[in-house]
């Protein structure tokens, strides 16, 4: 292991690392009595409890043997808060094919991500299938310190692994009618309990889209670990998207397919519930989602509340990619200004 690596990994070594599985667990709950938030879709808060891991599988299983990451940290994206400590943020997760509690790690055991193959395919000159093995074996990979925010209201700060998603992109060479860009997660009925129940969200696999120039944007980060290491399965693995400036769900997990396309795609929350999940959803503390504030968020682990920034704080990157609108226009963000 380098030095550079090793001195990364023990800049993560806060105290806070400690925090056990009970702690979240404890906070979560106040956070539940705090916002009073019930209902379905993207905020079911109450589900969960400790669920339901094969015999003896445990949280530290979904961890181990998860190879380290050589990265270069890109010094640009410095933080304005602790890092949210390793264990905390891989317990306490939203990945629906799984289940629609935050208790992900227990699911996941039979989830297979290797072999992995990403598409990149549709208005482009080249379209390419990566073996996702070969893909990051092939790339520089950075580490950024990024703020992350769920429209749920609550937050993290953590070291994600990965490369700009516009290098994929312009290896593809897209096409002249390219507008947007769709993503596909995967579709393994027989690993992802949810996606063989036949009802839960039954829209499956999980998409999702972008604007061309949202997708080109420098902070768009196709992203393959976290904490110096693989991403463990419940944070997305073996490759995920990251786009720090818009609320967590504009960012499928384990990805399967990237597509250059014409029209404004749909996208699997806006498709369940077009008047809470819009196609824009870029963090804005001033656009309430229809049933809680948007004020205020929650870091996990610690509990610390925190106000909400426009773009989570990343306006000197993506306001551009907005200018001009009025107060209404939905790329603003979205819900009953
Ligand atoms: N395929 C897929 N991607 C997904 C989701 C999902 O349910 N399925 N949930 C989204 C939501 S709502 C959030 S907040 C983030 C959570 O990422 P994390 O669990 O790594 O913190 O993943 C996003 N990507
Ligand atoms: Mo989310």
Redesign the pocket.
């Known amino acids: 292991m380098s030095q550079k690596l090793e001195a990364s990994q023990s800049r993560f070594m806060l105290p806070a690392d400690e925090v056990t599985p009970e702690h979240v667990w404890l906070n979560r709950r106040r956070f539940i009595q705090a916002l009073g938030v019930a209902g379905l879709g993207?905020s079911p808060w109450l589900g969960g409890g400790r669920a339901l891991a094969g015999p003896g599988f445990t949280l530290e299983d979904t961890l181990k043997g998860l190879a380290p990451l050589k990265s270069r940290p890109d010094k640009r994206f410095g933080l304005d808060r602790p890092l949210t400590a390793r264990r905390v943020?891989a317990s306490?997760?939203?990945?629906?094919?799984f289940t629609p509690t935050k208790n992900?790690w227990p699911k996941v055991e039979r989830f297979q991500t290797k072999p992995w193959r990403l598409e990149i395919s549709g208005l482009v000159k080249n379209p390419v299938t990566y073996d996702v093995k070969d893909l990051i074996a092939g790339q520089k990979l950075e580490e950024r310190l990024y703020r992350?925010r769920?429209?749920?209201a609550w937050a993290?700060a953590v070291p994600w692994i990965g490369f700009p998603l516009h290098r994929l992109l312009k290896q593809a060479l897209p096409l002249p009618q390219a507008r947007y860009v769709r993503f596909r997660?995967?579709l393994k009925r027989d690993q992802a309990p949810v996606q063989n129940d036949g009802s839960t969200y039954n829209l499956w696999?999980?998409f999702e889209g972008l604007t061309l120039p949202e997708a080109m944007n420098e902070l768009a980060l196709v992203t393959v670990g976290i904490y110096s290491h693989e991403l463990p399965k419940?944070?997305?693995a073996p490759i995920?998207v990251v786009l720090p400036w818009k609320?967590?769900?504009k960012?499928?997990?384990?990805i399967t397919r990237i597509e250059l396309v014409a029209e404004q795609p749909r996208t699997f929350w806006n498709t369940l519930g077009p008047d809470e999940y819009d196609f824009w959803s870029n963090v804005n503390p001033d656009k309430p989602h229809p049933r809680w504030s948007q004020k205020y968020e929650r870091m996990l682990g610690t509990g610390d509340s925190r106000p909400t920034q426009l773009y989570n704080g990343y306006g000197s990157y993506v306001a551009h990619l907005y200018a001009g609108m009025q107060e209404s226009d939905p790329r603003f963000g979205f819900g009953k200004g």
Request: hydrophobic share 35%; net charge neutral.
């Open positions: 993207l943020a306490f997760n939203n990945f629906y094919e992900v992350f769920c429209v749920e993290m997660s995967f696999p999980y419940q944070h997305g995920r609320y967590g769900f960012g499928p997990k384990s």
